[in-house]
């Protein structure tokens, strides 16, 4: 009689009849009613429902309220108590120990600041995903590939997507690769970031950098402790009689369209580049294959590395013509070169997913990729013309570079003027841009790069009118 009085006032502080904590047995797993219950009154003391010093019914009591066996509440319990949540003493009822700490709750992460327009160069049109292609070409890897191929892979990536990529390679880029001779990156980021690695192993502390260059890779190379040289850039790209004057071994060039003039390595420029890399030992060439694929007037020039392999480190993604979001990449190196990438690839994270190497190599050789390509290209012809006209209606007298190819213009400004300043005037003005200076490792002419590639032909309409009355 008196347990059963106990149960009732406890009844009374917790909730009476089938409403304590709003339980309903019919939400629960057949076969798991003991951890259902469990995880149910866990959570009520850890979210402050159940206080530190609140008494819980009787095990025969919730169990009649609950209609399950007294088994099922006498295993919860217990397991609360074995957690240090409960105690329970004959005669005195089971209470709650302590409110167990409440998870702090997780920081928003700062959404990054939105403009209505923005103009900045990075990204492809995200939009046009191939998202049935892909989804077709993920169903038809997963449906051949054996379950041994689940595991962990070769370091050099799958052979699938290799062998893929040596067929693409040499007919779209003209680089004559064995798929032995190709290893699969984490995309172009982690695939410089191997190659600053080899050569910091090699004893190279400097290397050549094209100026302007890329701001991003920049910073990651010198995040790999390795110091850039200057070498100035001009309509025919990289200077090569200022390269020799450097006295520098590697260098990092974009030769198919340069990141930000948007110019093509000029034919003499390149034979010139080839033979400075084959002139001297420790002289090499990494030809980051920026952009090749979107070239809307006629065929892109092909990669140094088709005519030059020996001395050439390849690198590529498919960051800008899929999505970044995929992180796959490849580099394609002289064997000395390519041995050590494997190596360190190996030891970074052993090898990259094969899931999305296998949707790619399918993606590749069941035509897919290519039609997208073809797609986008036309797209994106649409989107550089529409920005150009704007360009060349709200700022007249303006020189525009980079025309041909790629996913961004370059627009000249008078000189003198202060690019980063009239970023800052845009900005203001609901547009984004971005500064040739900021991809300058030295003072040079000012200029303002634009993107084109996510922004429909409305928005760079808009856009540029908004620049031109900043400006």
Do not use: C
Request: hydrophobic share 45%; aromatic share 4%.
């Amino acid at each position: 009689m008196e347990q059963g009085q106990a149960g009732a006032a406890a009844v009374d502080q917790v909730g009476r009849g089938a409403d304590f904590l709003q339980l309903d047995p019919a939400s629960a797993p057949a076969h798991g009613l003991a951890g259902w219950l469990t995880a149910a009154v866990r959570d009520a003391i850890t979210d402050g429902r159940l206080p530190a010093g609140a008494r819980l019914p009787a095990t025969r009591v919730l169990a009649g309220q609950l209609g399950v066996s007294r088994g099922v509440v006498v295993e919860a319990y217990q397991r609360l108590t074995d957690e240090g949540l409960l105690s329970g003493r004959r005669g005195g009822g089971t209470g709650v120990l302590a409110t167990s700490p409440r998870p702090a709750a997780v920081r928003a992460e700062t959404a990054p600041v939105r403009v209505p327009i923005d103009l900045r160069p990075g990204l492809p049109d995200l939009s046009a995903f191939p998202r049935q292609a892909w989804l077709r070409a993920e169903r038809a890897a997963l449906a051949r590939t054996p379950d041994h191929a689940l595991g962990y892979g070769d370091p050099r990536g799958t052979l699938e997507l290799r062998a893929a990529l040596a067929t693409w390679l040499g007919r779209s880029r003209g680089v004559r690769a064995d798929p032995t001779e190709i290893v699969v990156v984490n995309g172009v980021a982690q695939g410089l970031a191997l190659i600053a690695q080899v050569l910091a192993r090699r004893g190279v502390t400097t290397v050549g950098y094209e100026d302007p260059g890329s701001r991003g890779t920049r910073d990651q190379l010198e995040r790999w402790g390795l110091t850039l040289e200057p070498v100035p850039v001009d309509d025919r790209g990289l200077d090569v009689d200022a390269l020799t004057a450097t006295g520098v071994g590697p260098v990092f060039v974009t030769p198919a369209h340069q990141y930000p003039t948007g110019g093509v390595l000029a034919p003499e420029r390149r034979r010139a580049l080839l033979e400075w890399a084959r002139a001297a030992d420790g002289r090499l060439v990494i030809e980051d294959d920026y952009d090749a694929e979107h070239r809307y007037d006629r065929a892109p020039v092909a990669a140094l590395a088709a005519v030059a392999p020996e001395h050439v480190v390849h690198v590529g993604s498919v960051s800008k013509t899929l999505a970044p979001a995929l992180r796959l990449g490849w580099v394609v190196a002289p064997r000395d070169v390519r041995e050590e990438l494997v190596a360190r690839k190996q030891w970074s994270d052993i090898t990259t997913p094969a899931l999305g190497q296998l949707a790619l190599a399918e993606l590749i050789t069941s035509g897919g990729f290519e039609r997208h390509l073809r797609k986008v290209r036309a797209r994106q012809r649409d989107r550089r013309d529409a920005l150009l006209d704007a360009v060349r209606l709200h700022l007249p007298g303006t020189r525009v570079h980079g025309v041909a190819a790629g996913l961004h213009l370059l627009v000249g400004l008078p000189d003198g003027a202060d690019d980063a300043a009239v970023a800052e005037r845009a900005l203001a003005a609901g547009v984004a841009v971005q500064p040739l200076s900021h991809h300058r490792l030295r003072p040079g002419p000012p200029g303002l790069v634009l993107g084109y590639a996510a922004t429909t032909p409305d928005r760079l309409r808009e856009g540029v009118r908004l620049l031109a009355d900043a400006m």
